[in-house]
């Protein structure tokens, strides 16, 4: 069963700074480009970063570029989100993802986490 697990969400004074952690089941990681979407009240979720399956390749959206920083460890499946410099309209749910490439006569898919809860307030 394949399994995306986000984890290190909370609360943060604006300015401050929040790693989230998402593990993916190791038959998917090494194969999938990682990435992370974030959906605040009210919003269409909204793309944030994503990462290449050789880590050569990162991508920010711009309302995080110089902020936010993502990277994979892949000894431990894990990808991160390092968030710099908080503020009020990062506030989301914040979803970790595998897009996986099509492999023999498995099509592509992309598996979601269940996602966790950012709020950045005083």
């Known amino acids: 069963q394949v399994q995306v697990v986000e984890s290190g969400g909370g609360l943060v004074q604006p300015g401050g700074s929040l790693r989230l952690s998402c593990v993916a089941s190791g038959r998917i990681f090494s194969r999938s480009v990682m990435g992370w979407y974030r959906q605040a009240p009210g919003k269409q979720r909204e793309w944030v970063a994503s990462?290449?399956?050789?880590?050569?390749?990162?991508n920010t959206a711009d309302s995080v570029k110089g902020r936010f920083t993502i990277s994979r460890d892949s000894g431990q499946n894990t990808v991160y989100l390092q968030m710099n410099s908080l503020k009020p309209e990062d506030t989301a749910v914040y979803y970790c993802?595998?897009?996986?490439?099509?492999?023999?006569?498995?099509?592509?898919?992309?598996?979601w986490g269940q996602g966790t809860q950012v709020t950045v307030s005083s």
């Open positions: 993802y595998a897009d996986v490439p099509p492999l023999g006569n498995y099509s592509a898919k992309k598996y």
């Open positions: 990462i290449s399956r050789s880590e050569t390749s990162t």
